[in-house]
């Protein structure tokens, strides 16, 4: 057994959990909206499926890895059109920043299974970890290796969120209702971005895009 899988693996999932990303914009506006509580729950349901994924290519199950693969446009026509009802609902939202009241936010279960949910839409995520385990000669060991590197990946994704959630928390005391507009209408339009380019990629419209210009050309 070696302890460095640990470490490796908590650099590769606070690393991996940094890109930005539609999931970085739902955590950081709860955050905004709800409190930290709220939104580090969320981060922890990102770092929950990160760690799933990770095991999956850790552990070499390549069984799975082909059939969520074989899934993917279905997954992210999903995700796609859940991304899209998040932005249409961010964009109708009133802007306020008053502390939010027990009735007015969804319970803590349901922040961390939601964003849970959305983040394992996206299964190219395991041929992401699998890449990066294997540049850096991590794949290919022991049970308790991919064990610890899983575990290690959970840790580093929470750090992230943990840390993330902690600064939007202190600077959320000085967000003004004109300022939470702009996040509302400007986070609603990347997420309905994200999400139409989730419905071209898992419709193949890109393809025909490219053959229709192919063929013009």
Same mark, same amino acid.
């Given at each position: 057994?070696?302890?460095?899988?640990?470490?490796?693996?908590?650099?590769?999932?606070?690393?991996?959990?940094?890109?930005?990303?539609?999931?970085?914009?739902?955590?950081?506006?709860?955050?905004?909206?709800?409190?930290?509580?709220?939104?580090?729950?969320?981060?922890?349901?990102?770092?929950?499926?990160?760690?799933?994924?990770?095991?999956?290519?850790?552990?070499?199950?390549?069984?799975?890895?082909?059939?969520?693969?074989?899934?993917?446009?279905?997954?992210?026509?999903?995700?796609?059109?859940?991304?899209?009802?998040l932005a249409i609902r961010t964009m109708r939202t009133r802007a306020t920043v008053r502390p939010?009241?027990?009735?007015?936010?969804?319970?803590?279960?349901?922040?961390?299974?939601?964003?849970?949910?959305?983040?394992?839409?996206?299964?190219?995520?395991?041929?992401?970890?699998?890449?990066?385990?294997?540049?850096?000669?991590?794949s290919g060991h022991g049970g308790v290796e991919a064990a610890l590197l899983t575990l290690g990946?959970?840790? +580093?994704?929470? /750090?992230?969120?943990? @840390?993330?959630? %902690? #600064? *939007?928390?202190? &600077?959320?005391?000085?967000?003004?209702?004109?300022?939470?507009?702009?996040?509302?209408?400007?986070? +609603?339009?990347? /997420?309905?971005?994200? @999400?139409?380019? %989730? #419905? *071209?990629?898992? &419709?193949?419209?890109?393809?025909?895009?490219?053959?229709?210009?192919?063929?013009?050309?």
């Open positions: 057994m070696d302890p460095a899988f640990l470490a490796r693996g908590l650099v590769v999932g606070f690393t991996v959990a940094a890109a930005v990303g539609p999931i970085s914009l739902l955590t950081i506006r709860r955050t905004i909206l709800h409190g930290r509580g709220y939104g580090l729950m969320s981060g922890l349901g990102v770092a929950t499926a990160d760690a799933s994924y990770a095991a999956i290519a850790a552990f070499g199950l390549a069984a799975v890895t082909s059939v969520l693969v074989g899934f993917q446009a279905i997954l992210a026509l999903i995700g796609g059109v859940v991304l899209i009802g939010a009241e027990t009735t007015d936010r969804p319970g803590l279960p349901g922040a961390y299974f939601s964003i849970f949910g959305l983040t394992m839409t996206n299964p190219m995520t395991i041929l992401s970890f699998a890449g990066i385990f294997a540049g850096l000669g991590l990946v959970f840790l +580093g994704s929470s /750090l992230w969120w943990v @840390g993330l959630t %902690a #600064i *939007v928390a202190r &600077l959320r005391s000085r967000v003004t209702p004109a300022a939470l507009t702009w996040v509302n209408r400007l986070s +609603g339009l990347v /997420l309905l971005g994200f @999400g139409v380019v %989730a #419905i *071209v990629y898992a &419709l193949g419209i890109d393809r025909w895009i490219q053959v229709a210009l192919g063929a013009r050309l």
